[in-house]
């Protein structure tokens, strides 16, 4: 278990109440920020759908937040070991191609239009 980094993550989204994951990577690609997301997103799968940001809480107690594999390296080497706190803050919904919400998709209202977006009848 050596060549395994340890995590706890919250995951802190207004629409649902917090859930806390814990998951090993392995050491390898433990400073990798781009495997971290991805990794982030196989445990929470609602993150697939979601724009989010990765922090974690400096000895100082501030909120960094990691986007970076650098960013990343200076929290792991800054936070004690060896199981590694992060935090996942959603920020909203991912955006499709033309810049509106998935979520919101179907759910548009256009009276006595059809619809460009989903090409339904709105009478």
């Known amino acids: 278990m050596v060549d395994n980094v340890s995590f706890k993550v919250v995951l802190k ?18 400073t990798s920020f781009p495997y971290l997301q991805e990794k982030l997103c196989h445990v929470f799968p ?23 594999g650098e960013e990343l390296i200076i929290a792991l080497t800054e936070m ?9 803050d959603v920020k909203s919904p991912k955006k499709t191609d033309d810049g509106r919400n998935d979520s919101n998709q179907d759910s548009q209202i256009h009276h006595g239009v ?7 009848n709105t009478n």
């Open 13 to 30: 989204d207004q629409e649902a109440d917090n859930e806390l994951r814990r998951f090993v990577m392995d050491k390898d690609v433990s």
């Open 114 to 120: 059809t619809c460009d977006a989903c090409r339904k």
């Open 46 to 68: 609602q993150l697939k759908q979601k724009i989010f940001s990765v922090t974690w809480t400096d000895e100082d107690g501030d909120m960094v937040t990691i986007a970076t």
């Open 80 to 88: 004690p070991g060896p199981v590694y706190k992060l935090n996942i």
